[in-house]
Nanobody, 123 residues
């Protein structure tokens, strides 16, 4: 699976952004997709995932602000982000083909990752 993320940029605190991830092949054949982020000096953190095409999970810090969704017709994964905070500043990566990882906040990691897209939230 190949993934290509886009949509990052500079936004003021309180603003919104939508990240897109183009997935090669059919999303319908992939068990799960998700988004992680890595802030400067910090470990990568999985923040949102869709499992089985419909079940969504989020880490607590982004609940009610981030929404992950799938466009099956166009093989894309989106991450809609609202009420952005400076602490959301990070490089965001999309992933696919999940497996159980008890060390992840969502008990999930992915075998395939795309290149990142930078999100910068100014205060």
């Amino acid at each position: 699976v190949q993934l290509q993320a886009s949509g990052g940029g500079l936004v003021q605190a309180g603003g919104s952004l939508r990240l897109s991830c183009a997935v090669s092949g059919s999303i319908g054949s992939i068990n799960s997709v998700g988004w992680s982020r890595q802030a400067p000096g910090k470990q990568r953190e999985l923040v949102a995932a869709i499992i089985g095409g419909s079940t969504t999970n989020y880490v607590e810090s982004v609940k009610d602000r981030f929404t992950i969704s799938i466009d099956n017709a166009n093989n894309k994964v989106y991450l809609q982000m609202i009420s952005l905070k400076p602490e959301d500043t990070a490089v965001y990566y999309c992933g696919a083909d999940g497996f159980y990882d008890p060390y992840s906040a969502l008990d999930l990691d992915f075998r395939s990752w795309g290149q990142g897209t930078l999100v910068t939230v100014s205060s």
